[in-house]
């Protein structure tokens, strides 16, 4: 299950790269973004559609770590409704899961 996830940028020359780093209890993975078009958000969800796990336990949980350490007081329900508010062209996928969400919402 995701642990934590974070920015990991370098400098390539003159242009920026950015890296998102997903730290998950079986696996960790550096997956390259097209930041700022795509956001951490659709990193995660890329990261476990790809390995064929449960996207929406796990973007939870990354949601979850994300409104107690950086969120400045919000909620995880404000935080999903952030993340639902920024464009779509950020998390493209976000809209997939959005409903499981919720009900993970309803057992915390």
Not at 17 to 39: K, L, M, Q, R
Not at 71 to 76: H, R, V, Y
Not at 77 to 87: F, K, M, P, S
Request: avoid cysteine.
């Amino acid at each position: 299950m995701f642990i934590s996830g974070g920015w990991i940028v370098k400098r390539h020359n003159t242009n920026m790269v950015y890296h998102f780093e997903v730290i998950d209890d079986d696996f960790e993975e550096i997956i390259e973004i097209e930041y700022p078009t795509i956001s951490g958000w659709e990193a995660v969800i890329r990261v476990y559609e790809k390995r064929g796990l449960n996207v929406a336990a796990n973007l939870f949980r990354a949601i979850k770590a994300y409104s107690i350490k950086n969120s400045g007081g919000a909620s995880i329900n404000q935080v999903i409704d952030a993340i639902e508010g920024e464009e779509t062209t950020s998390t493209p996928s976000f809209h997939k899961y959005r409903e499981d969400l919720m009900k993970y919402l309803i057992l915390v």
